[in-house]
Structure formats: C-alpha cells, structure tokens
C-alpha cells in the first residue's frame, strides 16, 4: 500500500518516487532479458529437483545412517549419535521427503553463493577499490528484509523452486563474501613477503600460503551461508518452493498448529546437523592452518639467521 499523497501535503516533504523507478527498472529488465533468467531458472530447477529426487529416491533410513557416518568421520561418534537420532526423527513425523527437498534448495543455493562470493571476497581482498565497491552492496544484501527479495525474484523467475533458490543466493551469499575477505587480509604479512622472497608468484601465494591459511574464517563463512539459506529456504515456501517452507507455509494458512511444530522442529534438527557438520569441517582446517603457519615460522626463523635477503626461485628452503 502506497502512502497517500495527503501525507506529504501535510508535511510538505516531497515524495521521492523511488518505488517507481525501481519498477521501470525491473519491467524493462524482464521485457529485453527476460529469455536469460528463463533459461537460468530452467538450470536451477533441473539441478534443484534433480538433486532432490536423488536424495528421496534412496531409502530414507540408509541416508539417515550415511548422514550420521558422515557426522561421525568428520567430528566424533557421539555427534554420530545425535544426527542419527535428529534425522530419524525428521523420519518419524513424516517429513523426510520435504526436507530433503529442503536440503536439496540449500545445497544448490549454497554453491551458487559460495561460487560468486568466494572470488569476490578474494578479489575485494586484494583490492581496496574492489573493497570499497562491494561494501554497500553487501551491507543492502545483507540488512533488507529478508521478504523483500521475493518480490522483484518472483517478478523475474516467476513462482517456484527457482525463485526460492535466487532469493536464497541474495540473503545469504553476503557472509561468505565478507569472511572471504577477512580471512585473506588477516593473513601474516610476514609469511607473505616469505612467499614472496622465494620467489612465488601471486597467484602461487593465493593458492598455497594465503588461502590455506584463511581457511578457517572462510569455512565460518560457508558454515554462515549454509545457515542463512536454510533459514531463507523457509520463508521461500512462501512463493512455491515447496519443502519444510512449504509445510510451515501451509501450518500458518490452515492454522494447522501440529504441521507447523512438526515442520519447524524438522527444520531444527537439519539445521543442527548442517551446522555442527560445516564446523567440524572448519575446525579441521583450523589445525591444518596451523601447521603451515607454524612450518612457515620455523622457515622465517632460520631465514633471520642468513644474511641473504632474499632466496632466488627454486632454491631449497
């Protein structure tokens, strides 16, 4: 609902017509693009319900056991446990073949995310104007209600999966860009200038000193990503796109009080499991930083007892 012209009669405030000219925008957009973001929504609805036909043609039990072998090999047996008693109960109430659909949406959006905002955390890592340019973007992806998104997605990917999963991408993928970039700059500057001294080349230095060490804060923002599209994922039932969000959806339109604990409680036991899964996997890459930022030390200080300032490429460390 618009507000009335009176208002700003009284006020004698101007009203900007900034809704307006955001409508133009997105009008010309879908008359002169609209045949690019069919053929996107096309691949991520193949990709999407592939994906989730293949994790609900399997039988739901032996996933549930896979899903708590995985949570036992990547943290510990009691973790096993819990995911094992977690995803079974998801079995128990009915809501297997929705959360995998879920699950499904996430994973597709997770990887879009990850794939646009991991460059881009890196290339804003290494470039201060690169930097100053995502920030706002960021900060307005990331600050606009989550609702909001729906509109211009539906607007151009029509009801559906493919709308929830864009609406997902563009909530979550803020986090991932950021700590991309966080993690790159809070690398030791010390370790990079050793890098450099023997003679590696940038991008040598990006693949095998600066990213391994950031690998922790970058998988605190895959852990975050993750998060943030299951939670998304939700809220998309509200244009189609089916699975838990569409069971909550549903609960909240038929006052169906059991659905919605029944789905949301589904919600929370796969969000624990994603949650604590990512984390385990970060922890893991936290040790490994540490073992190369510790060998990288022991390397600087041997190089502080030469009189050499600089190893030429090649030469033995």
């Known amino acids: 609902m618009r507000v009335p012209s009176t208002q700003f009669e009284e006020t004698g405030v101007p009203r900007v017509p900034v809704g307006d000219g955001i409508e133009v925008v997105f009008n010309w957009v879908d008359e002169n693009l609209g045949g690019f973001f069919r053929g996107v929504r096309d691949v991520i609805l193949g990709a999407t319900d592939g994906l989730a036909d293949l994790l609900n043609t399997l039988p739901a039990l032996v996933l549930v056991v896979l899903f708590a072998l995985l949570a036992w090999l990547v943290k510990d047996w009691k973790f096993g446990i819990i ?17 995998m659909t879920t699950l499904a949406l996430v994973l597709v959006a997770t990887v879009i995310a990850l794939v646009i905002a991991i460059p881009l955390g ?49 909530f979550a993928l803020p986090p991932g860009v950021r700590l991309t970039e966080l993690g790159i700059r809070q690398v030791d500057a010390e370790v990079v200038e050793a890098g450099h001294a023997f003679g590696s080349s940038p991008g040598q230095i990006l693949r095998g000193i600066q990213v391994p060490l950031a690998l922790p804060t970058i998988m605190a923002g895959v852990n975050q990503v993750i998060m943030l599209a299951l939670s998304m994922a939700v809220i998309a039932g509200l244009v189609g796109a089916g699975g838990l969000g ?30 604590r899964t990512t984390a385990a996997v970060g922890g893991g890459a936290a040790a490994r930083a540490r073992r190369i930022s510790g060998a990288f030390g022991r390397l600087l200080g041997r190089s502080g007892t030469t009189a050499a300032p600089a190893v030429p490429a090649g030469s033995r460390a």
Request: hydrophobic share 60%.
């Open 83 to 99: 995911s094992l008693i977690g995803l079974a109960f998801i079995i128990s109430v009915g809501q297997w073949e929705n959360a």
């Open 122 to 170: 890196i290339a804003a890592a290494r470039s201060d104007s690169v930097s100053n340019a995502v920030r706002p973007v960021m900060d307005l992806m990331q600050t606009m209600p989550a609702f909001v998104w729906l509109v211009p997605v539906v607007t151009l990917f029509s009801i559906g999966v493919a709308g929830g999963v864009v609406a997902t991408v563009i």
């Open 246 to 275: 569409g069971a909550v959806t549903s609960s909240i339109s038929q006052l169906d009080i059991g659905l919605g604990f029944e789905a949301g409680l589904s919600v929370v036991a796969l969000a624990i499991y994603l949650d």
